[in-house]
């Protein structure tokens, strides 16, 4: 396999008990997949782990050496309960300092509020030794980056400043094409002519996602791969092959 | 610890390149985890990973020992992308065979549907051996029970039905009680009072869950415990220490 041909992933490590409770919908998976997506990096394993120092040192380094990239979300804030830093820091042997840029950041920004920089505050401001600092123009607390390891916000519109400051950054391969096509069947009607064309294509996989809408059962076919060509004609040989069967079919997906 | 201490905790393993690739935003996460709370039963870990034998295979045989019960969502349907049952068996070590029963429920199925029964369809038919099966009125195609995995839909609807065929048939311990309290501040000026609260209280996790809402800085505190006791002791003193500072807080929650 020639350097262009490598296949980047990553792996994601979402901290949180209240994702584990059913008390918060997860809305950083999805959020980190597409934005990996475009920078040409395929999203490979995500592990939830609760609020729990072992827990975290264990998923860690389970995927930080197994990936090209390990984000993970949650527990960076003030309170007690925010025990990232201190997690990831053991996880790579290091120890946690005071970073002073992100000490003056949170100097800044809490100059002219209730309190200032407190000591629970401050805690935003330390970092594996090592580490570089993700910017967030949100909340002034900043995301954090030591090696292939990115520290997240577990707020999603907060993860979301932290990946706009990433864009482009990281180095990935030919992003991975996809296209979807929708028809109005059961998925277990067309399920010899997905597999025919799948194998018929090199590096093209074909999803298939089954619907209940309008009191009428559907799928939503998503053909991928890393090559134009290849994505464009399974798509054309499956519209086709849906068309001579008589199937009520959408290019673009339903 | 007596057995009825015993903390009874379940993984769970979402199969499904749809979600790691952000097309599909993940509801069965949220969904299993509720549901579990109120069977008494904690979401300990969380692995989402490809449509992949190995991968699968590797996580289920992690965390089926590591708990108490292992669900899986997703790979369970009629396409060539659904090898859940495959892996499953590889994991376990049991061959896959068709289930007479889950045989007769497609066959009734679909026998007034154009096609009948399929090849592809009496995919949906194919268990670990030894398996039984959990009942889904929605679509025909059970779940399948082996051991302690479960092996649910993807679909989110078609695996809250098979939820609640599985209510009250599992063994578990003291429901894990929560009671929220909301308040306007930024999490960080009252950690202090959190952490405190915390230790002061044993079998009590608070978590602090931060938002920003018409335009202002606020967040739930989530206290958790399985004594009631505990629980309202830690609410009262919480609710107590944020009055004297002077907060505007709500009980229950923001």
Same mark, same amino acid.
């Given at each position: ?9 990553? %792996? ?15 809305? @950083? ?10 920078? !040409? ?5 995500? =592990? ?15 995927? =930080?050496? +197994? ?25 790579? !042997? ?14 800044? &920004? &809490?100059?002219?509020? #209730?309190?200032?920089?407190? +000591? %629970? ?6 970092? #594996? $030794? ?5 910017? @967030? =123009?949100?909340?002034?607390? #900043?995301?954090?980056?030591? !090696? @292939? ?10 993860? %979301? ?18 296209? *979807? ?20 294509? +090199? ?25 134009? $060509? ?6 054309? *040989?499956?519209? +086709?092959?849906?068309?001579? $069967? ?9």
């Amino acid at each position: 396999m020639s350097n262009t041909d490598k296949v980047w992933t990553a %792996a994601l490590v979402i901290i949180g008990d209240e994702i584990l409770s059913g008390r918060t919908q997860d809305k @950083n998976i999805a959020q980190i997949a597409r934005w990996l997506q475009v920078q !040409g990096i395929r999203l490979g394993e995500v =592990r939830v782990v609760s609020d729990d120092m072992d827990a975290i040192i264990a998923a860690v380094n389970a995927l =930080r050496s +197994e990936h090209d990239y390990l984000f993970t979300t949650g527990g960076i804030g003030p309170t007690h309960d925010d025990i990232t830093v201190d997690a990831v820091s053991a996880a790579l !042997g290091v120890d946690v300092v005071v970073h002073p840029e992100a000490r003056a950041i949170l100097a800044d &920004y &809490y100059a002219d509020k #209730p309190g200032g920089l407190t +000591e %629970a505050r401050l805690r935003m401001a330390r970092v #594996p $030794e090592g580490a570089d600092l993700i910017p @967030n =123009r949100m909340s002034g607390a #900043p995301g954090i980056r030591h !090696g @292939n390891v990115f520290l997240m916000a577990g707020v999603p519109h907060i993860t %979301a400043q932290m990946l706009d400051a990433l864009t482009g950054t990281l180095e990935g391969g030919a992003p991975l094409l996809s296209e *979807t096509v929708g028809c109005w069947t059961a998925e277990s009607e067309v399920a010899d002519i997905l597999r025919q064309i799948e194998k018929a294509h +090199e590096d093209c996989q074909i999803g298939s996602y089954p619907f209940f809408r309008e009191g009428r059962i559907g799928a939503n076919f998503v053909i991928r791969s890393t090559s134009e $060509e290849v994505l464009q004609s399974a798509v054309d *040989t499956l519209c +086709e092959a849906l068309g001579e $069967e008589g199937y009520d079919f959408t290019p673009g997906g339903i």
